[in-house]
């Protein structure tokens, strides 16, 4: 059995009680989901196939038009299933990264198989036998592998869905650590902001405050030089008038003085 199959099945088994007495979990609907959803690709992949050969042997087809039209609508409301599904899972965490990026590659992988089931039924595409082979589950025709067989990472390899569901509820609780972690540095990194802005705030205030100073120490020596200045003008004008006066006193001693 393959390990797809094996996870399958696993994946499909009900809630039931085990010899010990202890209850399984219920199977993941996203697999549920996925598993039917391959299950009508592949019901269209041979219904085309008998449409085809229906058409080369002049028979009838309407019957199986109708009915491949409802299929691919229905697989179309599947895939959209899914999709939201997955969005669900990954949003709640209810599953890790790495397991939302193996989903999404099945997924991705359905929808392409959806088109090119798409693309046969309107006689575009791929042949049918060839896209019927691809969707089998139990192996490769004509040298094409099969899609819907992923390769299982190491770490989950051969492990039950109750341990890969404990295995993904660990790394869970890892990362949560890690952003507990991750939320205490940037608390202390806002901290350290927070008190490097309140001593810019200190340091523009002592810089207001000498600013002030400056500028009225400023005003003062402006002040002191006008009266500087005032000073030393009235300094010059009193000492032209001593001059002058020194001058008046000596032409009129020489006018008194006796000639002899």
């Known amino acids: ?39 009508i690709a592949q019901e269209i ?7 085809n050969q229906y058409e080369r042997n002049g028979e ?5 038009t109708v009915t491949i039209r409802a299929l691919l609508q229905n697989l ?4 959209a ?75 989950t390899r051969g492990l039950g869905f109750d341990e890969i569901r404990q295995q993904q509820q660990k ?5 949560d650590a890690g952003l507990d972690a991750l939320s205490s540095i940037i608390s202390r990194q806002k901290q350290m902001g927070q008190e490097i802005g309140n001593e810019l705030d200190e340091q ?3 810089i207001d405050d000498l600013a002030n100073l400056v500028e009225n120490t400023d005003e003062k020596l402006r002040t002191e030089t006008r009266r500087v200045n005032m000073v030393d003008r009235k300094s010059t004008s009193c000492g032209m008038i001593l001059v002058i006066l020194l001058l008046l006193v000596a032409i009129v001693v020489v006018a008194v003085w006796p000639t002899k």
């Not at 059995?1 to 979990?25: K, P, Y």
């Not at 179309?76 to 895939?79: A, D, G, N, R, S």
């Not at 099945?106 to 198989?113: F, G």
Request: glycine share 6%.
């Open 1 to 39: 059995m393959s390990r797809a199959s094996r996870r399958s099945q696993l994946l499909r088994a009900g809630s039931v009680r085990g010899a010990g007495g202890d209850c399984r979990m219920a199977p993941d609907p996203w697999f549920s989901t996925y598993d039917s959803t391959c299950q």
């Open 45 to 51: 992949a041979e219904k085309i196939q008998q449409r």
């Open 60 to 64: 009838n087809t309407t019957k199986l």
């Open 76 to 79: 179309k409301e599947k895939i």
């Open 81 to 155: 299933l899914l999709k939201d599904l997955l969005l669900r899972a990954v949003s709640t965490r209810q599953i890790t990264q790495l397991e939302g990026d193996r989903r999404q590659n099945l997924l991705d992988d359905l929808v392409t198989r959806e088109r090119l089931l798409l693309a046969s039924f309107k006689n575009e595409g791929a042949e049918p036998d060839l896209i019927r082979s691809s969707l089998m589950t139990g192996g490769a025709k004509r040298g094409v592998p099969n899609p819907w067989l992923f390769e299982e990472p190491e770490e």
């Open 171 to 175: 790394i869970i609780q890892e990362q």
């Open 204 to 206: 523009n205030e002592i």
